[in-house]
């Protein structure tokens, strides 16, 4: 089984809907990421959290909100979806210490696209 | 703060040849560096990192990269070119203890036969 799930894989909805987006680790990490990549962008850093009480701002957070659920969970939602959040989602965890710092493990993604 | 710059959004190589990547970095501190490689309608997978230790860096699939401080460079290598290493790759960077990376803009890796 993956270590980093998402769900769901895939989305489509319309102009105006809330989305939720969610991640789940079995990894055991403290901290959890969230991207969106764009063609030719790289990926952007929407929200990071460093523990369940410990949530920031990225470089792109206007528009999302995120929840740290447990320290395995960490959901984006999108409040108000509009067509130019269509892109590709991906969660990551990384440990703090235990000689793996800064490597991050990321999920599988999802496809969300707004109409 | 920190940045990359990868050289190249598109590379083309013929099978069994050499692969290089370009990486350029900017960072304030000493940074740690990694590449990243992405598979079709896959997430990023861990190809090596740069973490203070030898700065010739060996990765998986053959892969390896040099850090050289002088040049603020982290250039991806591979002595030949396997059809299966067609991929997206991205080169990021961190500062020590901070464990936000910023990633580079991508470099689209294509193999011809």
Not at chain 1, 51 to 70: C, F, L, M, P, W
Not at chain 2, 81 to 102: I, Q
């Amino acid at each position: 089984d993956a270590d980093v799930t998402q769900t769901p894989r895939n989305r489509i909805t319309k102009t105006g809907k809330r989305i939720m987006l969610e991640c789940s680790q079995t990894k055991g990490h403290d901290r959890m990421y969230w991207y969106r990549q764009d063609p030719g962008l790289g990926l952007q850093l929407i929200y990071y959290s460093f523990d369940v009480k410990d949530i920031n701002k990225g470089e792109i957070s206007d528009g999302y909100s995120v929840s740290r659920q447990a320290q395995a969970k960490f959901s984006l939602s999108l409040e108000s979806a509009i067509p130019n959040q269509t892109a590709l989602y991906f969660c990551a965890t990384s440990d703090r210490g235990q000689g793996d710092t800064d490597t991050q493990y990321f999920g599988p993604g999802t496809r969300l696209t707004v109409l | 703060a920190q940045s990359v710059t990868q050289l190249g959004s598109h590379v083309s190589v013929s099978e069994g040849a050499l692969v290089l990547l370009r990486c350029n970095y900017s960072s304030s501190v000493p940074p740690y560096l990694f590449w990243y490689v992405q598979y079709p309608n896959q997430g990023l997978q861990l190809l090596l990192k740069y973490t203070s230790a030898a700065t010739l860096v060996k990765g998986i699939n053959g892969f390896e990269a040099e850090f050289k401080k002088s040049e603020t460079s982290f250039h991806l290598t591979k002595p030949s070119a396997h059809m299966s290493d067609a991929a997206e790759y991205f080169c990021a960077v961190s500062n020590f203890g901070n464990e936000k990376l910023t990633f580079g803009t991508g470099t689209r890796l294509t193999i011809i036969p």
